[in-house]
């Protein structure tokens, strides 16, 4: 018998494979697999192979993560990962996933990652002859009248099998006896109904009780059977038994009627009177359905009423067997059928079940990469159990529905951005078509994970910094400072001076600090060597791959008052600062003695030279003009005078901490052609000195303006979107001598500051409290904030 068995199971693969390739051959993108496995198959049995049957890399189906999705609440399948062998899980029983419904079909779901793929596999459950037809009761008992009408028809209790086709029950078999036969009804779907046929007339006084045997059979392979022992008592008098008013009562209710809700009046009639022709009614229904539990009659009226709530989901039709029996000494009875279907009504929500997930994804993932896999059901029917999913309007994701309706797979519509949404909440509602509409939310979160997508910016660009000159090496000077909105390593920024864009000669006296931006001045500046310089600073993430942006920074020296004056005349040979002069005796009041010349390599006030005579043989005889140095006669000559005179001129600038020189001058008088006569060895002398002064003064001046127009070019380039006003001009002084003036005009805010050379331009007003070099200049034009204005002045 196991041979056969095996063999049966054999040929069904061999169909289910022909099958199989049947649909291959007539749908190419069809990923549906069915198998076909009989019920009552044991734990580990093998359907077949899903690998092979869907063509995958056996190989790799453990990194694949295969698995096996039934949307069901007990997971009776299983997948072998290494393999890809579907294996039975737990028991299966087809009455109890099926009942009468044929063929049964379970759906399941194989998902399988890397990438991400979903498979349709059905299974067929093929019933087995595993039931055997039984009765409601072991012994029935029939009660007959004595004299009853040969042919009269006697229903009894019929079986139940809860296999289907075949499997189910057959026939009827009654043990030999003289009074009876056995006639048997086809219901179709309720089933075969057997009934009792009297062949002779009883007599109770020969025989007052019948034992006969009900078989019924099955169509199984063993056949399986079940027995009614069946006993016939013979009574007197009660010869009418009760006849329903009706053959078959059908009533239909919503399963949300209330209990105690009145489906329906079963009438049946007895011809007898008295106590023979009154009928007493009971429900009789004893099976699975537990329809004594849901129903309730009453026994006098025939009136059935809902006992307790009704589920459509769980049962669909209840066939009710109602026994009218009268209550004659012996009781006669007859069977009322009554067939309650239940409507359906939208009382389920509809249930989410998230089969795979993805909780964490990069900012660069691409639009439809799948997020979740998920399964929805209804328990309702019709458009009650029909289901939409949706999500909110505002969020880079959508779903995407499957061919059969009941899954959904969450994907990304866009890409996601980690610095405006770290991460999302995702509400899917899944909302049913019923009247009124049941709906139900899962809530799905999903991390979005960060990567270098943003580079470092500067707070400010581009940076400008004042720095005063004589600073102290290897000290800081200024910071820049940049922010990245990434996270994690990707916005840890490291600073460096970008060497390769920048001046060589600029970047070799700098360092900076790598962590917070700092930068150290490797030497002391010298503003008389460099006024001004720029350089490039790079802002690197700590990211994979790294990013980085630049910022120009342009640095300003700014000068102190670290030069003393250098007297230019008079000059002695050896190099001191001694001169002699002679004039006549004969010079009125006013005449121009001489004339002392001095420099200052400083700006500003630092460079703004003031003379005073500090030692003079006679106050009365000799003035000193304090910003020119002229000496000049205060009165005439007289014969009391004395012939020589020596004079010390202290030269000194401005500064906040002054700086001075002295310069001799020594007087002579003389007569007036002794002093024509040295006249004319003095001046040749003179006119030598002269021109040598004068070349060291061409080489000077023009060494200044060079690195002031290359400042001035360096300025215009950096502010070339600002206005600029370069103008040169001469200081209109009668008493102008040649002394280098210069000025650099720069504007603050509501100031506006002038660096200026030794001398100072007339109007300027000194700013107490302000650097030493610097002037606030009355301002009678209206200039936007940050415009700067360079003044030279030669």
């Known amino acids: ?49 899903i690998a092979k049957d869907l063509g995958l890399d056996s190989s ?63 299974v067929e459950i093929v019933d087995v002859n595993d039931n055997a037809p039984t009765f409601i009761d072991e012994n029935y008992n029939l009660e007959i009248v004595e004299y009853a009408m040969t042919g009269a028809r006697y229903q009894l209790e019929g079986a139940h099998d809860p296999d289907i086709g075949s499997n189910g029950l057959q026939a009827y078999k009654l043990s030999p006896n003289q009074f009876f036969r056995l006639e048997t009804e086809d219901l179709g779907d309720e089933g075969k109904i057997p009934f009792l046929v009297l062949q002779r007339t009883l007599d109770r006084e020969h025989s007052a009780r019948h034992n006969l045997i009900l078989t019924a059979v099955d169509g199984g392979k063993p ?76 026994s006098k009226t025939g009136e059935l009423r809902i006992k307790s709530g009704l589920n459509f989901e769980e049962k669909q039709v209840y066939d009710l067997k109602i026994l009218a029996a009268d209550k004659g000494a012996v009781s006669l009875s007859t069977q009322c059928n009554v067939l309650v279907k239940i409507e359906d009504v939208n009382d389920n929500r509809p249930e989410i079940d998230v089969t795979s997930l993805s909780s964490q994804i990069p900012e660069d993932a691409p639009p439809g990469t799948v997020v979740a896999l998920m399964g929805v059901t209804d328990l309702d029917s019709g458009m009650n159990g029909q289901v939409v999913c949706t999500l909110p309007k505002d969020i880079p994701f959508e779903l995407k529905q499957s061919s059969d309706s009941n899954f959904y797979s969450l994907v990304t519509k866009e890409y996601v951005d980690k610095e405006s949404t770290p991460f999302y909440d995702i509400a899917i509602t899944a909302t049913d078509l019923g009247t009124p509409p049941l709906s139900s939310t899962k809530i799905i979160h999903v991390e979005v994970v960060d990567i270098n997508d943003n580079s470092p910016v500067f707070v400010q660009s581009p940076y400008t910094f004042y720095v005063a000159e004589n600073n102290k090496p290897g000290w800081s000077v200024f910071s820049v400072s940049a922010a990245d909105v990434d996270e994690g390593d990707n916005s840890k920024v490291s600073y460096s001076i970008d060497r390769v864009n920048s001046d060589q000669s600029v970047t070799s006296f700098l360092n900076i600090n790598e962590a917070n931006g700092t930068v150290l001045a490797l030497k002391r500046f010298d503003f008389e060597s460099l006024k001004t310089f720029q350089f490039h600073v790079l802002a690197t993430d700590s990211g994979t791959p790294p990013l980085s942006s630049n910022v ?147 080489i000077t001046l023009g060494s200044v303006s060079v690195l002031f127009v290359i400042s001035i070019i360096v300025l215009i380039v950096m502010q070339c979107s600002k206005s600029t006003d370069c103008s040169s001009k001469y200081l209109q002084d009668t008493n102008y001598d040649g ?34 070099n610097t002037l606030v200049v009355p301002d009678r034009r209206r200039r936007t904030s940050g415009e700067v204005r360079f003044d030279y002045y030669l």
Request: charge should be negative.
């Open 552 to 698: 120009t920074v342009n640095v300003f020296i700014l000068d102190q008052n670290d030069n003393v004056p250098v007297i230019l005349y008079p000059v002695s040979s050896n190099g001191s600062a001694e001169g002699v002069e002679e004039i006549p005796r004969n010079v009125n009041a006013g005449h121009l003695v001489t004339k002392v010349r001095a420099y200052d390599a400083d700006i500003g006030y630092n460079g703004w030279l003031l003379f005073s005579l500090q030692e003079v043989s006679d106050h009365s005889l000799f003035g000193l003009d304090r910003y020119t140095g002229q000496i000049r006669t205060l009165r005439s000559f007289t014969e009391t005078d004395e012939a020589q005179h020596k004079l010390v001129i202290l030269v000194k600038d401005n500064g906040n901490v002054s700086l001075s020189a002295t310069a001799t001058v020594i007087i002579k008088v003389v007569e007036p052609k002794e002093a024509f006569a040295a006249s004319d060895v003095k001046n040749a002398v003179k006119d030598e000195e002269d021109n040598d002064v004068t070349f060291y003064l061409i």
């Open 223 to 298: 056949q399986k059977t079940g027995t009614l022992s069946i006993t016939v008592v013979v009574s007197d008098i009660n010869d009418n038994a009760p006849v329903c008013g009706k053959q078959k009562y059908t009533v239909t209710v919503r399963e949300d009627a209330p209990d105690g809700s009145f489906l329906l009046r079963i009438n049946a009639t007895d011809s007898d009177e008295g106590v023979n022709g009154e009928i007493e009614y009971t429900l009789r229904n004893k099976f699975r359905n537990g329809a004594s539990e849901l129903f309730d009659l009453d």
């Open 739 to 772: 002394t280098l003036c210069h000025s650099i005009q720069y504007r603050s805010g509501d100031k506006r500051y002038m660096l200026v050379g030794p001398r100072m331009s007339i109007g300027s007003t000194i700013v107490p409290g302000s650097n030493g």
């Open 1 to 49: 018998m196991a041979s056969e068995n095996s063999q049966r199971t054999r040929i069904c693969g061999r169909i289910v494979l022909h099958f199989l390739c049947l649909l291959l051959l007539c749908d190419g993108t069809s990923t549906e697999i069915r198998y076909s496995l009989q019920e009552e198959s044991k734990v580990g049995t093998v359907l077949g192979n």
């Open 60 to 122: 790799a189906l453990a990194d694949r993560n295969l698995r096996i999705v039934t949307g069901t609440k007990q997971e009776l399948f299983q997948v072998n990962q290494r393999e890809g062998a579907l294996f039975v899980d737990r028991r299966i029983d087809r009455e109890e996933l099926c009942s009468k419904t044929n063929p049964c079909l379970i759906n399941i779901k194989a998902v399988i990652e890397n990438p991400l793929e979903m498979h349709q596999v059905v």
